[in-house]
Each structure stands twice: as C-alpha cells, then as structure tokens.
C-alpha cells in the first residue's frame, strides 16, 4: 500500500471525525484524518469546552453574590473576567492535545489542510500551513480512500441583512474569546448557546438582552422547562425579548442598535445564535454526486450516503447537531465500513443539555409533540423543592417531568430543570434505550440523599391502570 | 399384571405423536399383535399393536390429542382392570423391547419427559416455580448431571428469549404473543419495533364466498407439504437447468438387466432404481451438490442420501435411500421397494422420510416432458425426470429416432453457481448416454 492509500479518509476533526477515525484504526483499519483548522473541532477549541469552563466560573460567581443567604461576608470583591477566560483556553488546549496524542496511538495519518473530493475514492489535500493547532503533516496532493467519512461540521447562520463584523456584531466564535465582558449585550437567539453565553456575561455583569422570535427561550424545549429557565433569569436581571423577530441590526456611533418587532435594543454588542447551516458547500460533492437536501448531506441510518463507500456524520448531516451525536454517528459509521454489526441511532434517545444555571436537560418529546403525534399521552411530575439534597445545595428550583405512553409504558420525553440535571439525565436514555418503563426505573433504589432520588420519585406513581404488572 | 401401551419412539427426531384414531373400542378384547391404535408425525402415520392379549382400557386421550413419546396410552389385562389414572401423568421409561426403539434417545426423552423424577435442588426448584420453567427441561450439571441446581435454572433462564419491558406490555395490550417474535435487539432480544413490525404484517387474506364442495384440514402430511413447499419457493434462489438426454443404450441397459436379474432378486430393476444410482455416483463426483444452507455456511454434506418422491393416497412422500452411494443396484432397489411399499401402506418410519440430500422426482410414468420441481428443503437441489419418448434426432448427419428424455436440475443460486451446476447435470447426462461408464466410477460395497 502507499504512503497515500487509505482504507479510511475522515475529513474533519470534530468530536465526530476524530471519534470515527479512532474507531476505524481500532478495527485495523489504516486511516487518514484532513482538518483545516483545529484537531477537537467546534467542540473542544470554540464550544462546548470553553463554555463550560466560563460557566463553571460564572457559578461561582453567581453563588458568591449569595453570600449572605450562606452566612459568609467579603469586602472588595474583585471579578477578572480574564483569568476565567485564561482557564477556559488551558482547559481546551490541554484536551486538544489529547485528541492529538490519541491520532498518534492510534496510528492515525494526520493531514493538516482543505480536503475536497475529486472522485469517490480520491482526496484532494491543500496544506493550511497557519492551522497550527492541527500539528499535522504537510502535504498537498491526492490521497486515494476506499471509504470516506465526511464530518466537516456547521458554521453559525446569519440573520438575513446582518452582517457579521466579528468585532460589534459577533457570533459565538468571537464570543469565546472576549477578554472581557461587554458592559451589555443583545443576544438573538435564544437556544442553548445563547443562553449559556447570556448566563456568563450577566454573572460577570453585563446587562444582558435576549431576542428570541418564538414565544419561550429555548425554543426546542418543553414549555414548561422554558418558563421556569425564564423565571430565573429574569431573577438575574436579564431581560428577555420573546415572540421578537430581528428586523435590523445596526452599527451605531459607540456601539449597535437591534431593532426587533419594532422595539429598539442599543447596546455595546451584538452576538447572532440562531442556529447552524451545515458545512457541505466546497468540499467536491458535486464531482461525486453525493446527495444534499437543504444543505445537509442526506445519509441512511448506518450514515452511509447515496455513494456507497462516501459516509457522513455530525452536524453536516444536520439531524441533531450535538457533539455526542457526531460521535455516535461516526462509530456507526466505521463499524458499518469494518462490516462490524452495528445499531443505528435512536434520536428519540439522544440527550440534549443546556448549561446556564439552572441546567436544562432532555431527551425524546416534549409534552405538545406527543400529544400531536396522537399518543395516548401521561405526564409525571416531581419537583426539587421536595428534595433534601436540594434543599441542603441551596437548588431548590426546578423540577423533573416524564412523559410517557400510556398505554405501552414507553418513555416518550423526559424535562428537566434544576441542579446538575445533566448528570442526572443519562438514566432515562439508558431506560429508554433498553425500552424500560417508569416501573422499573422506580423499583430500582436510588441512594437516600441524593438529587437522583427525583428520577424515581417522578416514576413512582401507582394508577389506577397499568400500574399492575 | 396389565400391559402398558405407549407411543413408541421411532425414529431419532420424533417427539411427539397426534392420535389418529382408536382401532379397537375401550374394553374390548385384544390378542397380541392387533393393531389397537393409529398415530401420526409430521412425516407419517403408523399403527400400534397390542403386545399382549387381554382386554383393553384406553386412557383419557382422544383423537387430535398430541402427546410426547413414551406417553402410557392405554393398558392391556384383565376385564376388571383400569387405566390408572396416575399413568396417564406418566410416561414410560427405557422398555425392554428395544426392537425398534433406540435406548439412546428414550434414556434423553424420558428424563425430558418425566417432570416428576426430576432432581433439583431447593433452590433451583423454588427459582424454577417463581419463573414458571419445567425443571425437565433443564440441562443438570449438579450431582454428575443428575441433579439440577440453581445454576442450571439460572442458565436456562438466560437462553430464553428476552423482551424490553415496553414490547412486552404492548404485546399484551394488543393481544399478541411475544414469545413468537423474532426479536431484534440486543442478543435476539423482542422490542417494540419488533411487536409494531407483527402488528404492520397484512392479515390472512379473506377468501371470497364461493361454495366448497370438500375441505381438506392442512395437517399432518398435507400440512407439511403446504408449509415446506411455500418456505422453500419463497426463500430459495431458484434457476432452473433443461437438459436433453439420449437414453437408448440406457433403456437397452435396463431391459437386459431385467431379463438376466430379475428372476434371481425377485424383482425386476426400474428406472428410478438406475437414476437413483446413477445420480448418488455424480453426487460423489460433484459434492458441491451435495450441500445445505445453513445460516452462515453452505455445508457439504458426508453422506449422499438419496430421496425419491412418490406419490401416496394422502400425498406427496419422500422416502430416502440412505448412503445410496455405497450400495450396489440391488441393495439400492430393494431398500427403495421397501421404502415405497411402508410409505403408500401408510407405516412408514419417521427416519425413512427425513435426511435426505438430494431429491429424484419423476413425473415421466404421467407423460410429462418436463418440469420444474420445488427443491426439498434444506437440500441444494432436485432433479425432475420427465418421460422417455421417442424422437427424430441427428446422428452423423442423418435423423435417426432415439429414445430421448428431458432433465431438470432445479438448484438454489444462493449454494451452487450455475455452471458448476451444468457441469454436475452434464456428468449425469453422459453416465445415462453411456451407462458402461457406471462401470468406472463404482464405489465398493459397505
């Protein structure tokens, strides 16, 4: 074999990429990763990682200014918005290193540059010498692949006659690394990354603005996990524009101007979160004939495309776009090339978390889309202002609720707000991925206390049908 | 002391019996050897003698009542005596007449069968009742493999289909029964897509209104070859091979031999008998042919036997000449006469119907050219003999009448490719063209 043949090219380095990749060179298979930009993606570099590392801090920040509910007193206290920020970069740089270490034990081939398909089994690569942070080889030239994987991801999209100047009209990508806060901000869009952002810059003390063009922030949730989010976050001063579509988003002398459903937001910044378009113009899928509907590439449940040794995974498929989606997906994937059985997956299980304070998590369907798909519906509810451990963290918000079929018992959707839900929500996937009921998940004991002790409160309800087996 | 009668196990496969019917009335008299009883396989029926003379006392069983081996089904003695009620939960262990019954198989179908003298360990008994297993069926390991223990129940437990708490409470809820499922998940186990998958399947297709004459219950053997038939045209990957045979020496060959044996073996050697031989020959030749498809594997097979359909007053039967390979034309022909004549007298034995490798099914004593038959499943493939009619061919470029006959190889496509097939059709053709050939590729007698 050459130096230049492959049994699998992935293009991307995403979580999906790097994870198909892994599990492809696992099953023995000799494999090439292209990344134009930075090995983690998205994800690791300029998402999911950094966020979270900024959110940890806005915590505390959020619970020293409840000093005095916990009995502790300070003078002069000092918030450096750029240590938090310094962290967020350690954090991330440290986990793309991983990723790198881990191409290198898996004996991954890692090209640094712009991948474009010439044909289904050739790769053009153009070396990105300035794309440092992918520390791979520098090459440019065609590699030849029996199977492709295609995982080059999404970038922000805009709202139609804004343009993004990266310096007062921003997107998350700028966003992550602001220095420091902006003394206030107007925020379109209110999904999990605007919220998350909103969270942090309010903590930090930005007088923070969400325009969200539905009736309820976080538009994708159940109704009543957007009401009480929007509870607490007006608690925290921040105002929140609904039902609110963006008209314009001007500069102005000092700072931008949002116009939206004829009111004025002026403020110091602009951050635009409505949403993803996938990344699948400019990679040569026309000089192959993969099929795309509205944007995403359009693949069958083992992610294979309509060329059959072309996959495609991750946001670029633009099913879910969630990293430990991408990462399903592309172990589907290379189990499907290694001929290995594999399961396809079940959206309806996928987790999808929110880590503004309180944390929002779920899973499946919300209350309004089971009822419209004409399931015959139930609802269970559990609060944690009856949870002592709850009570002891100072979490009293917030709340779990399950809805179900009633006639079969099948775990339909699960919503929950409150403290460290996230953690908490891996439960009910594993219960509906095994196709469990609530009556098993209440018949297994959950340790007295704990905030896990509400997953089986919420499940515990005997009725007057069905609740006999 | 009265006779106990019970269902004989007669062949390694056979478990269960249907009773056909009751020849003899309760109480009536009986002398040994006359025949009492009339029960059914899925293969075929065979009646049960009384092996002493006496009265009989039937048990509680009636026709269509299915009963596993060795079950006492009735006893035999004096007026006075009864069928023991207690039999009837009995079944009968190892018999000392061992004419026809294999002590290996009953030794296994009586533990199987016997729930009573299972021994099993508090534990295991409790663990067994708690999940509603019959301990006989567990595999013991405990005390020498004579005893089970909780292990075994736990083991036996864990083989058992399994099914996700949703499927099972929607398989009640709409009235169906999981346990006859395939299942897709995990490790087989039955999900709720596998219950909605049964729920989408099209129901049984109503038939129209119009007046039947007779009906004709598809059981027993009528049952089978409804089933087999459809499995088979529907999972096969069928082609079919036409091949025209010259069988002039061939008919030359089988009315001498007729002449010279028949006297000396009682019968005279038929067509079948010299097809079967000469087909069990090529299959040695050719053993790509002699396979089956299992799930994972094509499985060439050890022994070339030789099925032969025929017809039957209830059906189609096909009695298998076993290793045909390695018996001479007289062992082969004689073994076959006898297949036939148990076979149309209705007793044959379930072991004369199963086993075989390759099926000979000749429709040519109809006046048919020929056809194409349904391959015998799990076999690769079947060869349909037409009749032998005599035809205007070319011979050195003149037209001479020959006697000339036309085979059909129906092969599964997903086991044998069609030029190796060709080839094994070929090699038939020329042993029936020139049948001396027999001569060099015959086997040693066993």
Redesign the interface.
């Known amino acids: 074999m050459s130096d230049h043949a492959f049994d699998v090219i992935v293009i991307g380095g995403g979580p999906g990429g790097y994870e198909a990749a892994l599990r492809a060179a696992q099953f023995g298979m000799r494999v090439g990763l292209v990344e134009r930009e930075f090995l983690g993606g998205v994800c690791l570099n300029i998402g999911c990682i950094p966020t979270k590392t900024l959110l940890r801090n806005a915590e505390i920040v959020e619970l020293l200014h409840r000093g005095k509910e916990f009995g502790f007193s300070f003078e002069n206290l000092r918030l450096d918005y750029e240590i938090a920020y310094t962290r967020s970069r350690q954090v991330s740089d440290r986990l793309v290193q991983g990723v790198q270490f881990l191409m290198q034990v898996g004996k991954i081939d890692v090209f640094q540059g712009v991948a474009k398909l010439r044909s289904a089994t050739q790769v053009d690569v153009t070396f990105m010498p300035e794309a440092t942070a992918v520390n791979g080889k520098k090459f440019d030239g065609t590699l030849d692949a029996k199977n492709i994987i295609i995982a080059t991801g999404a970038r922000s999209r805009s709202i139609p006659g804004v343009e993004i100047d990266g310096e007062r009209i921003i997107t998350y990508r700028e966003a992550i690394h602001l220095r420091q806060v902006p003394q206030s901000i107007a925020i379109i869009g209110a999904g999990p990354i605007g919220m998350e952002l909103g969270y942090v810059f309010r903590c930090y003390g930005s007088e923070v603005t969400l325009i969200e063009m539905m009736p309820n922030i976080l538009p994708l949730e159940d109704e009543e996990s957007s009401a009480e989010v929007a509870k607490a976050f007006d608690h925290l001063g921040i105002k929140l524009l609904t039902n609110a579509r963006v008209e314009a988003v001007i500069r102005t002398g000092e700072g931008v101007q949002v116009r939206a459903n004829g009111q004025i937001v002026n403020t110091e910044k602009a951050l635009v979160a409505i949403g993803f378009l996938p990344n699948s113009e400019n990679i040569g899928l026309e000089n192959v004939g993969v099929r795309v509907e509205r944007g995403a590439i359009v693949t069958d449940e083992n992610m294979r495309t309509n060329v059959p040794n072309i996959f495609a995974i991750g946001d670029v498929t633009a099913k879910l776009m969630l990293a430990h989606v991408a990462s399903a997906q592309g172990i589907v994937a290379a189990e499907t090339i290694a001929g290995m059985q594999t399961i396809g997956l079940d959206y309806g299980a996928v987790p999808r978390c929110t880590f503004c304070h309180p944390q929002v998590a779920s899973m499946g369907l919300t209350e309004k889309q089971a009822f419209a798909q004409g399931y015959q519906v139930k609802i269970d509810r559990f609060p944690f202002q009856a949870n002592g451990k709850a009570l002891g963290l100072g979490e009293p918000d917030g709340f779990v609720k399950v809805v179900s079929d009633a006639r079969c018992g099948e775990i339909l959707g699960v919503h929950m707000v409150g403290p460290d839900v996230t953690e908490l929500l891996p439960e009910y996937v594993l219960a509906r991925n095994q196709e469990l009921t609530l009556h098993e998940i209440a018949r297994s004991i959950h340790a007295h206390p704990t905030l896990s002790e509400v997953l089986a409160k919420v499940a515990d309800r005997p009725t007057f049908s069905g609740g006999r087996t | 002391m009265a006779k106990e009668i019970y269902i004989p196990k007669l062949g390694q496969t056979m478990e269960q019996a249907t009773i056909a019917r009751w020849l003899v009335e309760d109480g009536a008299q009986v002398s040994e050897g006359q025949p009492i009883l009339e029960v059914e396989t899925d293969k075929a029926n065979f009646g049960i003698e009384a092996n002493a003379s006496g009265y009989l006392h039937v048990g509680p069983y009636k026709k269509g009542d299915v009963l596993p081996v060795l079950t006492v089904v009735a006893v035999i003695g004096k007026p006075e005596d009864k069928f023991d009620a207690k039999l009837a939960k009995e079944t009968k262990a190892a018999k000392e007449d061992g004419e026809t019954i294999q002590a290996q198989a009953i030794a296994i179908a009586s533990v199987a069968a016997d729930v009573g003298r299972v021994f099993a360990s508090p534990r295991a008994r409790k663990l067994a009742a708690e999940n509603g297993v019959n301990l006989a069926l567990v595999t013991a390991t405990g005390g020498d493999g004579q005893r089970v223990v909780e292990r075994d129940v736990l083991t036996y437990l864990s083989a058992l289909p399994k099914v996700?708490?949703?499927?099972q409470?929607?398989a009640t809820?709409v009235g169906l029964d999981w346990r006859t499922l395939t299942g897709s998940?995990?490790q087989g186990k039955v999900?709720?897509k596998d219950v909605e998958r049964q729920l989408a399947a099209p129901a049984p297709t109503q038939l129209s209104g119009v007046e039947v004459v007779e009906r004709v219950p598809l059981e027993g053997v009528r049952g089978i070859i409804a089933e087999r038939m459809a499995a088979s045209a529907h999972t096969t990957a069928r082609v079919t091979l036409f091949m025209e045979v010259d069988t002039t020496e061939f008919v030359t060959m089988r009315e001498r031999l007729k002449a010279r044996v028949a006297d000396a073996w009682g019968f005279a050697p038929g067509y079948s008998d010299l097809l079967a031989k000469i087909v069990a020959t090529a299959l040695r030749q050719f053993p790509y042919m002699n396979a089956r498809l299992a799930p994972d594997a094509i499985e060439r097979l050890a022994h070339i036997n030789v099925g032969m359909a025929i017809d039957t007053e209830r059906g189609l039967l096909v009695p298998v000449i076993r290793d045909a390979d390695k018996k001479n034309l007289r062992q082969l022909s004689a073994e076959f006469r006898e297949l036939v004549g148990r076979a149309r007298a209705g007793k044959a034995m379930p072991d004369d119907l199963t086993g075989g490798t390759f099926t000979i099914t000749n429709l040519g004593m109809h006046d048919v050219l020929a056809f194409t038959p349904i391959i015998n499943l799990p076999e690769a493939a079947i060869l349909g003999v037409g009749c032998i009619t005599p035809k205007p061919v070319v011979r050195e470029e003149q037209v001479v009448v020959r006697q000339m006959l036309l085979l059909s190889l129906v092969f599964d496509h997903r086991v044998v490719d069609g030029a190796p097939a060709a080839r094994f059709l070929q090699h038939i053709k020329a042993l029936i063209e020139e049948p001396y050939l027999l001569v060099a590729e015959m086997g040693g007698a066993p």
């Not at chain 2, 996700?164 to 499927?167: D, I, S």
Request: no cysteine.
């Open positions: 996700t708490p949703v499927a409470r929607l809820v998940g995990a999900t709720k």
